[in-house]
């Protein structure tokens, strides 16, 4: 398969933490995306990065590629309750860029 | 409209009943997806369309799933014969691509099928 794989599937931390999940692949890439879901129900982009890009930052995420290893890691920092969620990385795979395959997804718990 | 729209957000049926279920894509977005997310877990992809090429079915799992799109607007998504392990959420999204352009996809908040 060529799903990506998230870890750890789980992760809780106290508010004013750092959080670090981590997105490995197995084929070369067009782009990496991170969703972030809440809910179960509809997936919202958070940040897109590309294969000829190592490091991105937008607000409080930093998402950083290293195609070497075919991982991504996003940080979040400074974390709130509010970023309680569930994060997904999507991989656009070279030859099939039209089509995002998503991992298996990290669940984010953040307390006060 | 402003976002996608997706029905019905719920649907309960019986093992063996046909279900159809809608997506309504964001004007002008010429690429749509649909996805299967069971209880805990990532998604699934079914299929993909884009504006008037052949669909990529490669990801519905049986004959028993089809899809279809009219244009670049409203997609149907029908499971035949529904057996339990159907259940699950059924999330649409659309894209608007252009050329070799990433894609970044807008959700809706997805149907909730439950066969019993």
């Known amino acids: 398969s060529q799903q990506g794989e998230e870890d750890p599937q789980a992760l809780s931390i106290q508010e004013g933490e750092n959080a670090t999940m981590n997105c490995s692949y197995k084929?070369?890439?067009?782009?990496l995306q991170w969703y972030r879901q809440n809910s179960g129900r509809g997936l919202v982009h958070l940040i897109l990065?590309?294969?000829?890009?190592r490091e991105k930052h937008s607000g409080r995420l930093r998402v950083t590629l290293d195609t070497s290893k075919k991982s991504s890691s996003l940080l979040i920092t400074a974390s709130r309750a509010a970023d309680t969620a569930s994060y997904f990385c999507a991989t656009a795979f070279t030859g099939t860029a039209s089509k995002l395959t998503f991992g298996t997804g990290t669940r984010l718990q953040v307390t006060l | 409209g402003a976002g996608v729209s997706q029905s019905p957000s719920n649907k309960v049926t019986e093992k063996g009943k046909d279900v159809e279920l809608r997506c309504d894509p964001i004007?002008?977005?010429?690429?749509l997806y649909w996805y299967r997310q069971r209880l805990g877990q990532g998604l699934e992809f079914l299929i993909y369309f884009q504006g008037n090429s052949a669909p990529d079915k490669s990801g519905l799992p049986s004959d028993r799933f089809s899809a279809e799109r009219t244009g670049e607007s409203v997609s149907t998504l029908t499971i035949q014969r529904t057996q339990q392990e159907d259940s699950a959420v059924y999330l649409c999204?659309?894209?608007?691509?252009?050329?070799?352009?990433?894609?970044?996809?807008?959700f809706g908040a997805g149907s909730r099928l439950t066969v019993l």
């Open positions: 084929t070369s890439i067009n782009n």
């Open positions: 990065i590309r294969s000829n890009e």
């Open positions: 999204a659309s894209s608007f691509r252009r050329g070799s352009g990433a894609n970044v996809l807008t």
């Open positions: 004007s002008g977005h010429t690429a």
